[in-house]
């Protein structure tokens, strides 16, 4: 396959969406304290218009996603150049 990025969002949002079978709870319900709406539907609209801004509207939401995640990538490769190691070793004694 070869259109399997694009599909990621949605593949996330699934699992996101997914009860855990050790808390019971969605991953959306803990982090948000409710349940999104799902954006997509399987009946044909007598409205073509509406499918497109719909489709339209998703397609930014998905570039938003993907723009988060890069900003979120390059946000942690700067925060990880500045670090330095460890001034403690294992067995250190220190104040806390």
Known sequence: QRDWVGKLPMIEFAM???SSATM???????????????MTWNTDSDFPGVHIFVQH????????????????VKQTQMANRKCENS??????LVYL
């Open 24 to 38: 019971g709870y969605a991953l959306f319900l803990l982090h948000t304290g409710q349940m999104p709406t799902s």
């Open 57 to 72: 509207i998703k397609d930014v939401i998905l570039r938003v996603h993907d723009t988060i995640i890069t900003a979120r």
């Open 16 to 18: 996101n969406s997914a």
């Open 87 to 92: 001034p403690f070793a294992t067995d250190d």
